[in-house]
């Protein structure tokens, strides 16, 4: 952006212009509030309005409206538990506890003792 560049008597100059203007606004103002007074109406005094805070809208779904009850039919609700249900569980039957011969029979540890039992 290029700037601008004034002289002192430049600057000097719109300075007193732009004082004058201002003075003739405030002028004109105060004359139309003195009419509107002698007619009548309410005059508002101006007054720097302040900037409003917005609030930020609730993320989410929004909830639903319910209808307006009667007293008669507000009943008290209970409030569900969160977390997660527990399943049903089936009870597991006792473990057999085999002899060691009975293992040594039917489970062979190895191939070579695989083949040996069947070999029998």
Do not use: C, D, W
Request: aromatic share 4%; charged share 45%.
């Amino acid at each position: 952006m290029k700037s601008i560049r004034f002289t002192e008597s430049e600057l000097e100059f719109l300075k007193n212009h732009y004082e004058l203007e201002l003075i003739e606004a405030e002028n004109y103002i105060s004359e139309i509030k003195n009419v509107l007074t002698k007619l009548g109406a309410l005059v508002k005094e101006a007054t720097p309005e302040m900037p409003v805070n917005k609030t930020r809208k609730k993320r989410g779904r929004p909830r639903k409206i319910e209808a307006v009850k009667t007293p008669k039919e507000t009943t008290v609700k209970k409030r569900r538990k969160r977390g997660r249900k527990q399943k049903a569980t089936r009870k597991r039957a006792p473990k057999v506890v085999k002899n060691e011969k009975m293992i040594a029979e039917t489970k062979p540890t190895t191939k070579k003792e695989a083949g040996k039992k069947l070999e029998v």
